[in-house]
Every structure is written in structure tokens, then in C-alpha cells.
């Protein structure tokens, strides 16, 4: 029977790897996944140098820290966006389900967030043997975040790549699947809901009590924290993806 | 007769808009399927929920004995590339296939390149610069390589020239002779597809009006053309579904067939029977069933669907 035949040209593997192929999926788009996030890191660390640089001349010679290492957390907002938007109806036209879909499209993510967490410790490495590069300026190295050592300063660094990506990759499937709108109404929601936290913490007068906390915390902590944050987030993500359609 | 997809009382239901309308059909093991019907009758709507692309208001649908959403041992082994497919921004027409090449099981890579060349798509350019006709190939290539099981075309030929088309009319044929497997092909070039598929499932306004195989579809009517006045008169009292005429000679078609007297009467009257054009076939039965659409209608009786 021919029918056999052409099925015993089946290749198993291709069905095992399906969520581990989804990376490769997402990795066409080497420009988001790649180039972007690393012109972004490298600009910012560009940018911030060069300012270093004129205080130093300038004679400012104490402790300099800047944002500029945050950028490129911000940039993977767009990832998620684009993750979502640009590769979903070609990954149904692959014929993948969505949660396969979903999970490699995490996974696509955690090995771009893991390679800018490298990139960001080994910086801080670096500032901290040279204190500064030599002029006390700090792009990687934040007393705050490093306290915990290098390991958990690469952790913190990666976890809020993957929030901002969970938050790009939720905000565009809601946008995709309810429209403007929608999308709309629940960033107000949200803003309402913060805006509420604020208000309680105000009345309460706990302000001091909240600060306090997050000291108390730390940054491994807050991180641990942000943690359970994005697993809530990847969760609501997945069931808004789940019945989306093409 | 083994059924590779079963669907039963399918509702899917837009705002304001019922797409299909308590729908049932079944569709063969190792055929290809004509699916054929005016724009927005529900064609591609059905064919998202079968790939479990789209999901069902109401109503059951069952591929490989299975319920197909969210399920990869059912989705590996079909594939649809829409007609409006959007791929990765940066994709090029080499990431698509080498992506393809990822999922589907059965993928040829040699049938790939061979369509690749065939129907001169250039690789290197990203997907978003192709022509409209080179967008269409690369999703026939894909239909083709990918061999599944259960493969949809949905209108497949959009921007693709006459010879493009043939090709792919061509290979599917040879490639569906060697490798057995079910195709079901939405198209509005009836006549062009007419040699090509084996059964006809029409649906209009959301339903089903016709599954039958395509000899028995073209069995449906029967066409006569002769001098103008015998006709009339030999085809008194017949629901006449096309009329052509050119100076004193008629072509008509009507709804039902002719046994054996009837054909002598009209050979020796000097009425010859020709075959009847599916798309004309299918034209007027649609056209009946949607009076609402005159406009349309009149448009449509031209015999161009396109």
C-alpha cells in the first residue's frame, strides 16, 4: 500500500521537538530576538559611558550610576509584542497547538533574556575589578541589585526580561483577540487598581512601614517576588492565547 | 467508506454574522474534495475550525476519530495554509519552508526544492516583498511538501498565472497518485478544478447543498445544443438552468437527466448532448438558493465567477 509507505516516511523526532522547535521558529525573527536587544544594550552602554566620561573630565570624580542598563528590559516589551503578533497565525499554519506555540515562545525568550543577563553580570564583573572602568561610573554594577552577589544580580536581570516580555506577549494577544478597545480598558483597569494600592497605603499612613519592607526584602527577595508575579501573568497570558483564533 | 473527518450540527456564529449553520458533512479517506462556494459562504470559516484554527460556536468536529483543538497527534498530521497567511515580519521564503520543514512529519524536502524552482520563487527575499503570486506559491509549496494527511488549499491560485496553476494542478496530481492522501481544495475556478476533484461539497450561506461525487454532480443536468426551436420544444416543461443562444443555435442546460428514448428522440431530431460545465452547474443552483443577491446574480450569469 502506498498509503504505508509514504508513512513510514514519518520522521518521529519532528513530533517529539515540536515546543523545542518553536524557539527555532521565533528565531527567524533574529532581529527581534537579537540584533535589537543587543544594539539596545550595547547603545545604552555607549551612551552612558560617554556622559561618564564628560564628568569625569569635568571633575566629577565620586560614584556615578546611571538607568541606562534598563533599557533594554523596556525593548522586551516589543519582543513580546512581536513574538506574539508576528509569528502566531504562522505558527497555526504550522500546524502547532497553542499552549506548544506558548511554551516555546517562553522558552525563544528565556534564551535571549539569558544571553543579556550574561552580557549585563559579566559588565558588573568588569566595573566592579576596574571600579568603573577606571572613573567610577557604574552602567551593570548597582550596589542595590548586587548585593546578593553576581549570580542573583544575573537572576534579578532575567526575571524582569521575562515580566516585560509575559506583559508584551499578554497585552498583544488581548489586543489581537478584543481589539483597541478592550486592550485599553484594562491598562486603565490596571492603572485604577495601582492607583488604588497607592491610595490605601496613603490612608493607612504605612508608607514607612512599605519601605521598610522593601529594604527588609532586598533585591533577591523583591526578585522572588517578581517571580511569582510572572508566573500569574504567563498564566493569564496562556488562557487569553488559548482559545484565540487564528 | 472510511471518513478522515466528521462534522456534525457545526455552528459558528460572528456578532451579527452566521458563518455556518448547523453543518454536517463527512469527508473521505485519500480524496480530493472540491470545496466550493461564493465568497463569504463559509468556506474558510469551516476550514479553521477543521485545523482547529478557529473554534466552533456549538456542533462537533472530529479528524482522525478526534477532536483536533489543542491537539498535536491530530494537527501534525493536517495541514492549512491560509490564502491571507501572515508570516514573521523578517521571515524569507526560505525560513517559511525551513519552519515547514520543522512540523510536518512527512515533509519532502526534494518535492520542496523541485516546486521551488518550478515556480521560480526567490528564497533570499523576505515574504513581505513578494508578489502577491509568489505569496500564493509559497504556501502551495508548502501544502504540497508538507504531504499531510489532511491537506487545505484555500484558494490557492490567487495571483498565480495560468501556467503557475497548471503546474500546480500538475503536481498535485502526480504527487496525490504517488502519495495517497485527502486534499480538499477551495477554489472559484470551478471549471479549471473540475478535472481535478474527485467530490464536490458546495456550501452556501453557511449550509451544505451539495456532496456528491463529481460524476454524480455533473450527472445533476444535462446540456443539449441544437437548432434553437427543436430544443425548446424538446426540452418543453424541463427546469432549464442555462440558456445560450448564437443566431439559430440553442445551448441549454436543465436540471435532470434523459434515458435512453428521450436521447435517440433528440439525436435524430439532430440535438447533440454535450457535457455540462460544473461551474455553470453550481452557479445557478447557488443562485436559486440565495434570492436576495439579483445583483450578483446577473453578474455571475456571464459564467465568470472570478
Known amino acids: ?246 | 467508506m472510511d471518513s478522515v473527518i466528521e462534522v456534525r450540527n457545526l455552528t459558528k456564529r460572528y456578532k451579527d454574522v452566521l458563518a455556518l449553520d448547523d453543518v454536517g458533512f463527512d469527508i473521505r479517506k485519500d480524496t480530493i474534495y472540491g470545496f466550493l462556494g461564493r465568497n463569504g459562504a463559509g468556506k474558510t470559516t469551516a476550514m479553521s475550525i477543521l485545523t482547529a484554527q478557529n473554534l466552533p460556536s456549538s456542533g462537533q468536529v472530529r479528524v482522525f476519530g478526534e477532536d483536533p483543538y489543542e491537539n498535536a497527534r491530530v494537527l501534525s498530521r493536517m495541514c492549512f495554509v491560509r490564502e491571507s497567511q501572515k508570516y514573521p515580519d523578517d521571515a524569507t521564503s526560505r525560513h517559511a519552508l525551513a519552519s515547514a520543514r520543522l512540523f510536518f512529519p512527512r515533509w519532502d524536502q526534494e518535492l520542496a526544492d523541485d516546486l521551488v524552482e518550478e515556480f521560480q520563487l526567490p528564497l533570499k527575499r523576505t515574504i513581505k516583498k513578494l508578489s502577491r503570486g509568489q505569496l500564493s506559491a509559497v504556501g502551495v509549496i508548502i501544502g504540497l511538501a508538507s504531504r499531510a494527511e489532511i491537506t487545505f488549499f484555500d484558494e490557492p491560485y490567487l495571483g498565480l498565472d495560468a501556467v503557475a496553476r497548471q503546474i500546480f494542478y500538475d503536481r498535485l496530481l502526480t504527487d496525490y497518485a504517488e502519495h495517497p492522501r485527502t486534499v480538499v481544495l477551495s477554489s472559484h475556478l470551478i471549471d479549471e478544478v473540475s478535472n481535478l476533484i474527485e467530490r464536490v461539497l458546495v456550501i452556501d450561506g453557511g449550509r451544505i447543498i451539495m456532496d456528491e461525487s463529481t460524476e454524480d454532480a455533473r450527472a445533476l443536468a444535462t446540456n443539449v445544443v441544437g437548432d434553437a426551436a427543436t430544443v425548446e420544444r424538446a426540452l418543453h416543461g424541463r427546469e432549464v438552468i442555462h440558456r445560450e443562444s448564437l443566431g439559430r443555435v440553442a445551448s441549454v442546460t436543465f436540471l435532470g437527466r434523459l434515458d435512453a428514448a428521450e436521447r435517440d428522440a433528440l439525436a435524430s431530431a439532430g440535438i447533440d448532448l454535450a457535457p455540462v460545465s460544473l461551474q455553470q452547474l453550481i452557479v445557478r443552483l447557488t443562485q436559486q438558493r440565495t434570492p436576495g443577491r439579483d445583483a450578483f446574480a446577473a453578474a455571475a450569469q456571464e459564467g465568470s465567477l472570478r
Open chain 1, 1 to 246: 500500500m502506498t498509503t504505508l509507505e509514504s508513512g513510514s516516511a514519518t520522521r518521529p523526532a519532528v513530533l517529539r521537538n515540536r515546543t523545542r522547535n518553536v524557539v527555532r521558529l521565533q528565531f527567524v525573527n533574529t532581529q527581534t530576538f537579537l540584533w535589537v536587544p543587543a544594539l539596545v544594550l550595547g547603545g545604552a552602554w555607549v551612551l552612558t559611558m560617554l556622559i561618564y566620561w564628560i564628568l569625569q573630565n569635568a571633575g566629577v570624580t565620586g560614584v556615578k550610576t546611571g538607568g541606562g542598563s534598563q533599557a533594554p528590559l523596556w525593548y522586551f516589551l516589543v519582543v513580546g509584542i512581536q513574538a506574539m503578533t508576528m509569528t502566531f497565525p504562522f505558527s497555526q499554519a504550522m500546524s502547532l497547538t497553542r499552549r506548544e506555540f506558548y511554551v516555546g515562545s517562553l522558552a525563544a525568550a528565556a534564551v535571549s533574556g539569558l544571553g543579556m543577563s550574561l552580557v549585563f553580570v559579566l559588565l558588573g564583573l568588569v566595573e566592579r575589578a576596574t571600579e568603573g572602568y577606571g572613573m567610577n561610573g557604574y552602567f551593570a554594577y548597582l550596589d542595590w541589585l548586587w548585593e546578593g552577589g553576581p549570580l542573583a544580580a544575573g537572576l534579578t536581570y532575567f526575571v524582569l526580561t521575562m515580566l516585560f516580555f509575559i506583559v508584551g506577549f499578554w497585552s498583544a494577544t488581548i489586543y489581537k483577540r478584543y481589539g483597541t478597545a478592550v486592550l485599553t480598558t484594562v491598562l486603565i483597569g490596571i492603572g485604577l487598581a495601582l492607583v488604588g494600592v497607592v491610595a490605601l497605603v496613603t490612608w493607612q499612613q504605612a508608607w514607612p512601614a512599605v519601605g521598610q519592607w522593601v529594604l527588609d526584602t532586598g533585591s533577591l527577595g523583591l526578585t522572588l517576588w517578581a517571580i511569582a508575579v510572572c508566573v500569574l501573568l504567563a498564566a493569564g497570558s496562556y488562557l487569553t492565547l488559548r482559545r484565540m483564533p487564528a
